[in-house]
Every structure is written in C-alpha cells, then in structure tokens.
C-alpha cells in the first residue's frame, strides 16, 4: 500500500502552498512556510494569521504523524516516540540528548526489508515507504520535545534503510538543510551497503555524512550477517565509500555491531582496520542489544575495550558508543520491534526507490552515531 493520496502537512511545497492561499496577500505564504518550518507551529498556533485561515489551514494541512505513546529513560536524556501514520503504519523516533549537544534519530522506512540477521527491526520485514513529509515531520516534532535546547544533530539511523527511499530521504534532507535550517554537515545518513545510493549521494549538492553498517569486514561473514553484501561485496563498498569521501570531504564511519565470538576476534579489528584506515573512516563500536531472532550475546564491555584498543594499535580512530535507551527498545536494531502492531497495510510491501536496483534483503544500524 502507498501512503495516502492526501498530502501530510509537510509534503506541500512551496508552490503547493502558494496555490493553496490562493486570493490571500503573497506573504501569507512565507508566514505559514516559514511557521512551518522554522517554528515548527500547526496551523492553529499561528496568530499572525486570520483565525479563519488558521482554521481553513488546520483542515487542510493534516499532520502526518501521530503520536501513540512515548517513554523516557537515561533520566530524561532519552526519549523514545511511536508514531501512527496513514494507513496503520508506526514508526519511532528517538531523541537523545547529551551535555553539549542534542540529536534526533529518524526512520526513513516503517520496518525494514533488508534482512540482517540480528536486527530486530530487520527481522519484521518492510511495511512500507515513508514520505518526505513524514520524514521532515520526525524532525520538527523533536525539535519542539527538545526544546528549550537546540536540536542539533539529525541521523537516518531509525527504521528502514534510507538508500532504499531514496527519493524521499533526499528531499528531505534539502527541506531539512534549506528550509528548517539544519546544517547537511550536521545530518548524517546511513546506508548497509547499497552502493549504488552512495555513489549517488556523491554527486548530490549538499555534503552530508555517511554511515556504513559495516559490522564484517571479509565476505564471507559479511553475507551471513548483511545479505545486501552478497549483491554489493566489500570491495565495491570499499571503492564506493573512497570515492564519497573524496567527492564531498566529508567524513565516513564505520557501524560495528559487537557480537560475542562473532565478529569481536583479533582477526577481525584486523580485517576491519584493513578497510577503515585507507578510508580514514571512524569507527564506531556499538555492544549487540539481544533481539528475539538473534540468540547471539553482545561481547562483553572488557572485550570491547580490548578491539577498541586493537583497533588503536592499528592506527584506527573508534569509539563506544552508549547503547542509550536499551530499557525502552530504542536502542540498536530494536526500534519499534516490540511496541509496533501490527499495521493495517503489513504485508503489501512497498517498492524501493525505482533508481535503486531491487533488493530482497540487507539490515539496520545504530540508532546512536553522534556527531561532534
């Protein structure tokens, strides 16, 4: 099933608007545009308009989230979201907020078609597309629960793999950047390997960061762990990744899931260093969380500190990440999988992005990479 034919408040665009307040004074359209996005406002919080219009526009420009519930932990430092959207669909959305800085991780996908074996979110298999204005709806919604603090970091790490919507996660990244007034260099996008998406991320306009869930660092692991790695090995990801960082001079990191007797070996810092240094890339180290499908244990904290420090030795930059929200499942690979029902349209699939060659499986990543 598709999403609705009725566009959600923000998939209008500018020219959708302007024809929408057709016979209204011209600057209403850069009060509502501008109410939208930069003040994150519904309709009926803004008074610089007409009460009448603000009625007529709340009508009109339905939100396309909404919200089902909401749980906290980390004292507050998390926030994890469950969202309805049309047709039966729900998403989450979590918010993460740190000393010095605040980010927001986004679904591009209700559920997941790729498959990776330890996903939580993979296991459930893909619902449907989101939209760009759900996307960019995610984001305005978190600023608002974040406020008074600056939300300042936005990752495509949530539900879904954002290279197989292309289309719609690019929009919304240039709404995000041009009109939201998000930095691209503070949106990071993550991706397990569809290469095809990342040489196309290359070219576009605004230099965002890339992630890779990387998790394997030889093929024959990797096919077992991300099966998209079965169609795009680790050679043609490798190359692919080099020439995006040339091509943009952004950074890359690496996703490293730590699974117990897995992939958390000296060979494998090995392996994985191999690929990571001529890259330049950053690696981030993320403890496996359990998940119903995957009965593989985390690695313990002492060994990840032992690969960090291997990783180190090997002249590779990596970092722990905090497995934020792990009470709540909104921790990696788990968004969603035990809060979500399931959804009226569950089961007629979505078709990837048409510019993107089809795929039957690949995975999920972390849901906490922050940027510093």
Not at 36 to 65: F, N, V
Not at 110 to 137: D, H
Request: hydrophobic residues 40%; aromatic residues 4%; contains cysteine.
């Amino acid at each position: 099933m598709t999403p609705s034919q009725t566009p959600v408040r923000y998939d209008i665009s500018r020219s959708d608007l302007v024809a929408l307040l057709d016979g209204e004074p011209r600057y209403r359209v850069d009060q509502v545009w501008e109410g939208l996005h930069q003040r994150g406002l519904d309709p009926a919080e803004m008074t610089d308009l007409p009460k009448a219009l603000r009625a007529q526009l709340e009508d009109l420009l339905a939100p396309g989230l909404a919200l089902v519930a909401e749980s906290e932990s980390d004292a507050g430092g998390t926030v994890k979201s469950l969202w309805a959207l049309s047709g039966g669909s729900r998403v989450e959305t979590v918010l993460m907020r740190y000393r010095d800085r605040v980010t927001v991780c986004i679904s591009s996908q209700a559920g997941c078609g790729m498959g990776c074996v330890f996903c939580a979110t993979g296991q459930a298999g893909l619902t449907r597309q989101l939209t760009t204005g759900e996307i960019v709806e995610q984001v305005i919604r978190a600023r608002r629960r974040a406020e008074p603090r600056r939300l300042g970091n936005i990752v495509f790490m949530g539900m879904g793999e954002p290279l197989a919507n292309y289309a719609a996660v690019w929009a919304a990244v240039e709404r995000l950047h041009d009109d939201v007034g998000i930095s691209a260099r503070r949106i990071t996008v993550s991706t397990v390997g569809l290469v095809p998406g990342i040489r196309r991320l290359a070219a576009e306009r605004l230099p965002v960061n890339l992630a890779v869930s990387l998790h394997a660092a030889n093929d024959e692991l990797r096919d077992s762990l991300v099966p998209v790695n079965r169609r795009y090995p680790l050679a043609e990801l490798a190359a692919a990744c080099r020439d995006y960082h040339e091509a943009t001079g952004r950074r890359l990191s690496f996703e490293w899931a730590m699974i117990a007797r897995v992939n958390d070996r000296p060979s494998d810092a090995a392996e994985l260093a191999s690929i990571a240094k001529p890259l330049h890339a950053h690696v981030n180290l993320i403890p496996l969380n359990p998940t119903p499908g995957y009965a593989t244990s985390g690695t313990p904290a002492a060994g990840v500190r032992a690969f960090q420090e291997r990783l180190a030795g090997l002249g590779v930059n990596a970092t722990v990440r905090d497995n934020r929200g792990t009470d709540i499942d909104a921790a990696c690979g788990q968004l969603a999988a035990r809060s979500i029902a399931p959804p009226a349209d569950a089961g007629t699939g979505a078709a990837a992005d048409p510019a993107l060659p089809a795929d039957p499986a690949a995975g999920r990543r972390s849901a906490d990479l922050l940027l510093r």
